[in-house]
């Protein structure tokens, strides 16, 4: 009989510790895939700003009233490839991105590609506005594109908790 109580006690033992092992794995485990879906998300808008950020310079480079080396197709087709690919990632990816942005990010795709093709037709002559050309450009660069690709970057840097801080110059010690 004593035998019995304590392999009892044991089995009672044995399973408290492991009960207690369970709990202290179990809250890691479920941090372990928030962490993941977190970092998943983290690459997401990562990617997505660097496809932004082509697509933007692209654009600009396209819109703009000068241009030196490259011939105008060369500069459409590479600011038109450079935005579909933004524009596909953002539409692939866009269940890791906060609803408020990706309604922001909408309104940019749709006001960009608006701006290309006034600035398309400004260049073959059938819009009944010279100077379009100019405000398109000016637009991209100034108005109301750039202030939505500002209120996106403001986001992404809210939503990955990144504070804006004064740069110190080189040549100056704080």
Do not use: C
């Not at 035998?3 to 485990?29: E, F, R, T, Y």
């Not at 879906?37 to 000068?66: C, G, H, M, T």
């Not at 909408?106 to 590609?113: F, Q």
């Amino acid at each position: 009989m004593e035998n019995v109580q304590i392999i009892g006690s044991l089995l009672l033992s044995g399973a408290a510790i492991i009960a207690s092992a369970l709990v202290a794995i179990i809250p890691p485990l479920r941090n372990h895939k928030k962490t993941r879906q977190y970092d998943k998300q983290w690459d997401v808008i990562a990617e997505l700003y660097k496809r932004l950020a082509d697509a933007d310079l692209d654009i600009s480079n396209f819109l703009a009233p000068v241009q030196f080396e490259e011939t105008e197709e060369e500069l459409a087709k590479k600011a038109v490839t450079s935005f579909n690919s933004f524009a596909r990632f953002f539409l692939e990816e866009r269940i890791y991105i906060p609803e408020n942005l990706a309604n922001l990010i909408d309104s940019y795709l749709k006001d960009v590609k608006a701006n290309f093709n006034a600035n398309v037709m400004a260049r073959s002559n059938n819009a009944g506005d010279p100077n379009l050309w100019y405000k398109t450009w000016e637009k991209h660069q100034k108005g109301a594109i750039k202030a939505s690709k500002d209120e996106i970057e403001k986001i992404f840097r809210k939503h990955l908790k990144i504070k804006n801080s004064k740069a110190i110059p080189k040549n100056k010690k704080p």
